[in-house]
């Protein structure tokens, strides 16, 4: 039990506003000990936050009115307001912007493919790392979200979908931010997730997708959590990787293989690299040829990813689909490892988080 001790566990005198969300089984029932209640009051609590996804402590109906009013001086649910939810066109995606308690907003995306439904949430409010195709990196970093705002995400979504008799089977951290800058929290949610019953995804449908913080990767893998690693790579050479990743100036490639390497030896399964194609920028057939090579070396998958334009000003293209299937045959004449795209348009829009922030954000220039 020890990886489930929190660093901000209820104290016999908890602060005001401390977010029920986001809170461990063991954290729950120790704020309820310290409110002078039975243990099985956590459970119920648990109940009314994941599993009926209640947004006020007031509308918790089978516990006391005393209870209630206690509670509701001692802690909140700090769920985050939708704002915004588009369906895409081909129906193959939904776009959700959040706004938070301090007004800050963030968003989300439900990706529909086949029986999966996979949410897509975001870990920080903007992101610091300046990629130079993305658009989140336009906003810079303004806060971190807390475990309660990244989980509030899956719940909103889950009542969305609740309303088809449907739920979230799969979750990537592949919205806006670096998860493994936000790592704290991160884990936190992904505990959440896995433990208790509303939510209830397993970790091997959970991805975390990091821009290569390498640090952030030996973490993650010894945190048991069993999740699967996206590491988004995105050029074949050292040099044009830190022209458009400035992380990179901070691990090579290299190192990054060497994480990929670590991270299967640790969890036992193969990270996915991720490539986002962008015409005359990487995805040359010299290019492809390099990414077989690279791929060979420790076990993993690859995506590519056909660059999302939409939604903003950005001086990237999307290749031609001809051509990103002439430079997947290339990958594949050089390695055995599976390579899949992510072709459609709705599920384009996923891996290009921010975009819907920056559509909203416009019309108030
Ligand atoms: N910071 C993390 C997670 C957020 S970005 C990371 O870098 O992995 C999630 C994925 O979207 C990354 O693979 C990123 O390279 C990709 N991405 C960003 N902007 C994109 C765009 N306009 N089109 C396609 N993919 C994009």
Known sequence: MDELVPLNAPRAHPAPHLDLLGLLPPELEALVAVMGE??????????????????????MTDLSNSFRRELAGRACI???ALEACREDQGGEAAKFLFRLPDGERVESVLIY?????TACLSSQVGCGLGCTFCATAR????????????????????????????????????????????LEAVLRSIQ?????????????????STAGHVPGIH??????????????????????????????HQYSIADLLGAAQDYFDVVGRRVTFEYVLMAGVNDSLEDAGRLGTLS??????????????????????????????????????????????????G???AAACGQLYQQHRSPRR
């Open 38 to 59: 039975a243990p099985y009051r956590a459970r119920q609590l648990q109940s009314w936050l994941y599993a009926r996804a209640a947004r006020d402590i007031g509308s």
């Open 78 to 80: 700090g769920r985050p």
């Open 113 to 117: 493919d086949g029986a999966r439904r």
């Open 139 to 182: 906003m810079g970093f303004r806060r971190q979200l807390t475990a309660g705002e990244i989980i509030g995400q899956l719940l909103e979504i889950g009542v969305v979908l609740r309303q088809r008799r449907e739920r979230v089977t799969n979750v990537v951290l592949m919205g806006m931010g670096e998860p493994l800058l936000n």
């Open 192 to 208: 959440v997730m896995r433990l208790v019953p509303g939510p209830g995804i397993g970790g091997r449908r959970i991805t975390v």
């Open 219 to 248: 973490h993650l893998a010894r945190a048991r959590l069993n999740v699967g690693l996206a590491i988004s790579l995105n050029a074949t050479t050292d040099e044009l990787r830190r022209q458009l990743m400035p992380i990179a």
């Open 296 to 345: 060979r070396r420790v076990p993993c998958k690859l995506n590519l990813i056909p660059y999302n334009e939409s939604g903003y000003d950005t001086p990237y293209r999307r290749p031609a689909a001809h051509w990103i299937q002439r430079f997947r045959a290339a990958v594949a004449a050089v390695s055995p490892v599976q390579t899949t795209v992510r072709d459609s348009h």
């Open 347 to 349: 599920r384009g829009i």
